[in-house]
């Protein structure tokens, strides 16, 4: 396989063969995200994305069972374009059992409800989402291209055309002002949208992005574990979804996982527990900028 540049996977994709389909983002506008910085977007040949999965095969045999199309935002990809890689993956690899792709909203609401559904068919099986935020305020602060109602209405056409979908969200993007905003109208969002995967991550300053230097200029106030912690309860004690939610990243200060609704009094009172510790006992709120 022939990879370009630095390439980024979610945590849960950690065993799959990763077939790089696009490289950089589209939008590559998000004032959080070091991601992709000082790379032009373009979308590769599918006779090179061709190539890349016979040579996988030649490296690992057709026993791959599962693939994530990296970088950002493969669903750009022209439908019929992308359905020729999905299709020749599972000829190259007739044990697939899943091929899933990063996808945010404001691209996923560039295709029709007919061609998510035939992506699908084709094999693509789930969707990786940074929603980052419900609260609209935040969404426009952090140049996220999308509105909350754009987030719902592409949530929705992603599970109608029967993928699974797997939205982010950022515990701590809307800053100390609007800590309490962000949590519920992300809670309010989700359940709109009842995604089959919710998963954390802690916002940390990222250096060389607007909002790293927003924060060393006192005008973002980046949460403590505390704060970080309360505003991760508010988000799950106001969450009415049926899936399953992970704190499955090294930024967050609390591991709780489990399928909702049933393990919510179980993930609160792991967090309220460590809330009873002192800060000191955390990670640096700005670890990656020190």
């Not at 996220?144 to 515990?171: H, N, T």
């Not at 993930?267 to 002192?278: E, G, N, Q």
């Amino acid at each position: 396989m022939r990879y370009e540049g630095l390439v980024y996977r979610p945590p849960s994709e950690a065993g799959s063969l990763l077939i790089q389909c696009t490289i950089g983002c589209p939008h590559n506008k998000c004032t959080f995200c070091a991601m992709y910085k000082g790379v032009a977007f373009r979308i590769r040949r599918v006779a090179e994305i061709k190539e890349d999965l016979r040579l996988a095969r030649e490296c690992y045999g057709e026993g791959v069972k599962t693939i994530f199309l990296p970088d950002g935002n493969t669903v750009l990809m022209k439908t019929e374009q992308l359905i020729e890689v999905l299709t020749y993956a599972r000829e190259v690899f007739p044990r697939l059992e899943r091929i899933t792709s990063y996808g945010s909203a404001r691209f996923l609401n560039l295709k029709t409800a007919a061609e998510l559904r035939r992506l699908r068919e084709a094999g693509l099986s789930r969707i990786h989402s940074g929603m980052e935020s419900g609260d609209d305020v935040v969404l426009a602060r952090i140049r996220k291209g999308a509105a909350a109602d754009e987030i719902i209405a592409a949530g929705r056409k992603v599970k109608e055309a029967g993928m699974e979908l797997s939205e982010y969200v950022l515990i701590g993007i809307g800053g100390r002002e609007r800590s309490r905003e962000h949590a519920l109208a992300s809670a309010a969002v989700l359940n709109a949208i009842n995604p089959d995967f919710i998963r954390l991550r802690t916002y940390i300053p990222m250096p060389n992005t607007p909002l790293y230097e927003e924060w060393r200029q006192g005008r973002f106030g980046l949460l403590s574990p505390h704060e970080a912690l309360r505003e991760t309860a508010l988000l799950i004690e106001n969450l009415d979804v049926t899936g399953q939610l992970y704190s499955d990243h090294s930024s967050n200060y609390a591991y709780v996982n489990g399928r909702l609704p049933d393990a919510r009094p179980a993930m609160l009172a792991a967090i309220f527990k460590l809330l009873t510790l002192p800060e000191s006992d955390f990670r640096p709120p700005a670890v990656a900028a020190l």
